[in-house]
């Protein structure tokens, strides 16, 4: 699991034209769905052991009773994915069909035009099992998966889905990301590797991540505990992890965090147990947010999310599924950033400040605003800091708004509107005469923006990729 | 001005227009598109329909709930009512001047709406940004024959509301939105 993500997702082997056959799923599906329900029966299982040695009186038939049940389920498990596997055909060639006949029959045909994107999933399972399940998101009413394939043909299925996803977006307009397909349709698969978050980072951010807030009231209750009692019982071990689950937490979810480019855009790769890849169209990508925390501040690093268009259908699993880098110095971030936006630096805007007056109503914090030739850009700075960016033809609308003390003090805020995500634009606190400037400018140039879809910072040549790219040791200079 | 078949407003509203004297939020053109004046009276009727039923409500629960005997019962339950109809009446009061915020303006590519008496808003779509143009109306809108015209865009926070229209301009307004935005549609 840990060799490299090269080798780990070869280029796949069947070509397009051989697959018009009826499929299914892989017959390890009830091994697999099995060893889930199993992991679950020796993760309650074992805590309820160790819970029982802890207080040796409850240690007594109902641990074991617990036990069976979750081996049961087991069964259980193993048996729904036989059925699984026995019920669920998919075809796929000029049109793509999932058939599941267990009790009624469902057949779902999936437009080629609504595939918004296709990602795999590995949990730890499934990857021991060489298997991978296949999400397919269509917009609207969450994903359509299929579980689980074996790896080679579930990547073979995403390469595929995703190159007829090209052509019928392409079809209809040209995608201006789009890698141009070769004389015999099918561009070469190129994998490069092109970024890896350094292990050293991400450590580091996932506990710093927790913040002062959550380390200080977790060693604050150890002290108080172990002060009163002087002793170190175990409810306050349980209670540190607690808390602290978040550490391993991020640090499970981010570990090896990979970046590869591929023809159809970005793939990113990362988790210990379960494997994530999404893969990410530097044209869907609708804004952008660094931020760091004011821990995260003092080691230099930053977590760079993404608004991208489709991924909210995701459901609750798409935890962190907008992420672009975990942790990542400054550098690293612009070095990222670039691959999704060759233009865009985030170093290079100029920033302006808010009126003066401004600094009355947020005296504690600096907001300030950039705008450059691709992009308009906000940054906000209290204890965290966060930089917000928007290309100027991703600028849905826009805002202008003013409350009683603004008024007073002749300020506005100027919002630029973009699709829902985690990124928000808003220019707080300028003069009035400058946000109405602002305003009326920003939308000529998301107008021209418009018009021109040369202008967008995906339609130049995709940047290049540093393949001996190593986090810089020494820190950036000041910016 | 870009608006076409809707003279009444201009006939009807314009007095009222200087509402807008701040510079942050003047119209991009000679001056703001105004609703029409039935709007105001639906305003004002739906504002003396809603506001006694929630008033009801809530002296139903503060008389059912305070205890019988407790002797703040009665300063409680008159200090409530006396509060309510100050609400009530701020807001009648309110609702001209509110409404008198309300102003639209289309232009060739995009349409300004602006409204807000105490925190002011104004908003700019782009035709092309436009993903679904609706027009709505309730059962008051109905009575008078005014409706809503809403317009939805791919952004949550960018979703507008131009209310209080004639029916039939509404329509128009909306046909016009969809029309210019099928020229100037753009990818998200």
């Known amino acids: 699991m840990t060799d490299d993500a090269l080798a780990a997702f070869p280029p796949p082997t069947t070509p397009a034209r051989e697959l018009r056959r009826v499929e299914r799923p892989s017959p390890l599906t009830g091994l697999a769905n099995a060893w889930l329900a199993v992991v679950a029966v020796v993760f309650f299982g074992g805590r309820e052991v160790i819970e029982g040695n802890v207080s040796a009186d409850d240690m007594g038939g109902v641990g074991w009773f617990v036990f069976a049940g979750l081996a049961a389920i087991a069964v259980v498990g193993f048996v729904v994915g036989l059925i699984q596997w026995r019920t669920t055909t998919f075809i796929v060639d000029h049109e793509f069909r999932i058939e599941r006949r267990l009790l009624s029959s469902t057949t779902t045909r999936i437009d080629f035009t609504k595939v918004q994107s296709v990602d795999l999933h590995r949990p730890l399972a499934a990857r021991i099992l060489g298997l991978a399940e296949v999400r397919i998101d269509v917009g609207g009413q969450g994903p359509q998966t299929l579980r689980f394939l074996a790896n080679e043909r579930a990547e073979s299925l995403r390469d595929y889905l995703l190159e007829r996803m090209d052509q019928s977006m392409s079809a209809t307009a040209p995608a201006p990301g789009a890698v141009p397909m070769g004389a015999n349709g099918a561009p070469p698969p190129q994998r490069l590797l092109a970024y890896r978050a350094a292990p050293a980072h991400i450590l580091l951010g996932s506990f710093l991540k927790l913040g002062l807030f959550g380390i200080g009231v977790g060693v604050g209750i150890l002290v108080l505990v172990v002060v009163m009692t002087r002793s170190l019982p175990v409810f306050a071990i349980l209670a540190l992890l607690g808390i602290f689950w978040q550490v391993p937490k991020s640090l499970l979810t981010n570990w090896d965090f990979t970046v590869t480019r591929v023809p159809q855009g970005l793939h990113i790769q990362r988790g210990a147990l379960t494997r994530v890849q999404m893969t990410l169209r530097p044209d869907r990508v609708q804004a952008v947010k660094l931020e760091q925390s004011l821990l995260m501040r003092w080691a230099g690093l930053y977590t760079v999310r993404l608004t991208v268009l489709g991924n909210n259908a995701l459901g609750e699993e798409s935890d962190n599924i907008d992420v672009l880098v975990p942790f990542g110095k400054w550098d690293e971030a612009r070095y990222v950033l670039s691959l999704v936006w060759p233009q865009v630096d985030p170093a290079a805007l100029v920033w302006q400040p808010q009126s003066p007056r401004g600094r009355r109503l947020s005296w504690f914090a600096r907001h300030e605003y950039a705008v450059s030739d691709d992009v308009l850009a906000t940054r906000h700075r209290l204890l965290d800091h966060s930089i917000a960016i928007v290309p100027h033809a991703r600028v849905q609308g826009l805002g202008l708004a003013q409350g009683p003390l603004q008024r007073w003090l002749r300020l506005g805020r100027v919002d630029a509107h973009t699709i829902d995500g985690p990124v928000r634009v808003q220019a707080y606190h300028l003069d009035t005469v400058e946000a109405r400037r602002l305003f009326e400018e920003q939308l000529a140039r998301s107008a021209a923006a418009r018009r021109d879809r040369s202008a967008e910072p995906f339609a130049a040549e995709p940047a290049p990729v540093d393949p001996t790219w190593a986090p810089p040791t020494v820190p950036p200079a000041a910016r | ?188």
Not at chain 2, 34 to 49: M, Q
Not at chain 2, 143 to 160: E, H, I, N, P
């Open chain 2, 1 to 188: 001005m870009a608006t076409l078949g809707s003279p009444q407003y201009t006939a009807g509203m314009s007095e009222t227009a200087p509402a807008t004297v701040d510079s942050l939020f003047e119209p991009p053109v000679e001056r703001w598109e105004r609703l029409s004046p039935k709007y105001l009276t639906v305003k004002l009727i739906s504002i003396f329909i809603w506001w006694p039923i929630l008033i009801a409500i809530l002296m139903a629960a503060l008389w059912f709930t305070l205890p019988t005997g407790w002797e703040w019962r009665s300063p409680l339950l008159v200090a409530a009512a006396v509060i309510s109809l100050l609400w009530l009446a701020w807001r009648a009061i309110r609702a001209p001047f509110a409404f008198r915020r309300w102003g639209y303006a289309e232009r060739d590519e995009d349409v300004y709406i602006t409204h807000g008496l105490l925190f002011r808003q104004l908003t700019c779509v782009p035709y092309g940004r436009m993903q679904l143009v609706e027009v709505q109306a309730g059962p008051i809108d109905r009575l008078f024959g005014l409706a809503t015209v809403q317009m939805v865009t791919a952004s949550s926070t960018g979703a507008v509301a131009i209310p209080g229209l004639d029916r039939a301009d509404a329509e128009a307004v909306r046909d016009r939105f969809i029309n210019r935005g099928k020229h100037l549609q753009a990818g998200i």
